[in-house]
């Protein structure tokens, strides 16, 4: 590729050539990447198929939502496409924090402990468990919390795990979250989370395991419930949604698991009965459809950051080498110059407010000032090209997303530029 429509778009010949030296070492990497998501287009098409989606299941309904053909039929490709007995996907699951708290909220009763054995969860769900004080928390309602921190290498503790389940009769849930979050511990692979619930099970068989799925759709062959996850939890404005998707969520599980929260989610005696879907289905069936191929643009666009900022010498998680299991790259500049740098450089690369400068901002949910770049088409969409961070130590900006692979590497070429620019990188 030329590098004069990238100077066109404010990309320097000395950022554009060091960019295409990092890309020339990841052709292999990129074409596995594609395998991978030939297997899950495949694999979508396949449910569709089977589950026989018709033109009619387009059309949607309004009101109650009684009889939705579509609404019903896609809930079955999911549970199709998850290996599972059930899935629960509607737009009136607002967000991924509003998907993870009906799972909780419907599956735990007061007296009730939630165990989360892979340390800390996302910022967000600390008010949904009562970790810090909020309205309405699982706290507030009898429910208590445990959690069992990570080894200092990232790996789980089965020590104390076990002792946690042995001597803690009334644990009903343990929550896993895939992906790190604001941290900067390693994404866990669905391998890894099937060795976690296997021994979880294997210590207590009643307990019930939920993963948070978020940023992991589509990024392997396999999901959580192929290795034994009784329900999996994300956003339809992250992966699934395969950037098409307005607004949704979805649970994927056992049956007793999905009716639970539909319960939840409708009414006692309603369930999943109700729910128009109005005219947001089409998005819905097009965008899980395209997420493989979407996915796999973002994972190439995370790889290349990794690569990138490796080779300037700062921290990444994962590093430049290392397998992936979700869309997010970590980069740790260690002062906040770095991480508002980079955010700007993203939203500058945005097909949307482009011409918006971002800044770090009190928002709802964090215990910290938290900076978001994302010119998207649907809002907060973090399938898109998007990045963020808490404006706390160490100082670490969480890049993901990018609908386009093009878009990807003008996004993160921006981000270098931006740095360039503000003397912050030198380019040697």
């Not at 979050?181 to 307990?207: A, W």
Request: net charge negative; with cysteine; aromatic share 10%.
């Amino acid at each position: 590729m030329e590098s004069k429509i990238y100077e066109e778009l404010g990309i320097s010949k000395e950022v554009f050539k060091f960019g295409q030296k990092i890309l020339d070492g990841l052709k292999e990497r990129f074409e596995k990447i594609d395998e991978t998501a030939e297997f899950n287009q495949l694999k979508v098409l396949k449910a569709m198929q089977e589950n026989k989606v018709s033109e009619a299941c387009l059309l949607g309904t309004t009101g109650y939502g009684y009889n939705d053909l579509g609404r019903e039929t896609l809930e079955r490709v999911y549970a199709s496409v998850f290996h599972t007995e059930d899935a629960l996907v509607r737009p009136q699951i607002t967000c991924g924090t509003h998907a993870l708290a009906l799972a909780l909220m419907s599956n735990l009763r007061p007296s009730d402990i939630l165990f989360s054995p892979a340390g800390k969860p996302y910022d967000t769900l600390e008010e949904v468990i009562g970790i810090r004080d909020s309205k309405g928390s699982l706290k507030e309602y009898g429910i208590d919390y445990i959690q069992t921190d990570l080894l200092p290498d990232g790996s789980f503790d089965y020590d104390t795990i076990k002792e946690v389940l042995l001597n803690n009769d009334k644990i009903k849930l343990a929550t896993i979250q895939r992906s790190k979050g604001y941290q900067t511990r390693p994404t866990f692979s669905v391998e890894k989370i099937g060795q976690l619930i296997k021994f979880i099970k294997d210590v207590r068989p009643d307990v019930i395991c939920m993963v948070d799925n978020c940023y992991g759709e589509f990024v392997q062959r396999i999901e959580p419930t192929d290795v034994g996850a009784d329900m999996v939890v994300g956003s339809l404005i992250k992966n699934p949604g395969g950037g098409l998707a307005p607004i949704g969520g979805y649970i994927a599980g056992k049956n007793k698991c999905v009716e639970n929260a539909a319960y939840r989610l409708t009414s006692p005696g309603l369930g999943k009965e109700v729910g128009a879907s109005l005219g947001i289905l089409p998005a819905f069936y097009q965008g899980f459809f395209l997420a493989p191929t979407v996915t796999a643009s973002a994972l190439k666009g995370a790889i290349f950051a990794a690569n990138i900022y490796e080779k300037l010498g700062f921290p990444v998680i994962p590093n430049g080498s290392e397998e992936r299991y979700d869309i997010i790259q970590a980069v740790t500049f260690g002062k906040p110059e770095g991480v508002i740098a980079f955010c700007e450089g993203v939203q500058a690369a945005a097909p949307v407010d482009s011409f918006v400068t971002p800044e770090p901002w009190d928002m709802p949910g964090y215990d910290a000032q938290v900076i978001m770049a994302a010119g998207a088409f649907v809002s907060g969409s973090s399938i898109e090209l998007s990045a963020d961070g808490p404006i706390k130590e160490p100082y670490s900006v969480f890049f993901q997303g990018g609908l386009t692979w093009p878009h990807a590497k003008l996004g993160i070429l921006k981000t270098l530029q931006r740095l360039v620019d503000k003397g912050i990188v030198v380019l040697q």
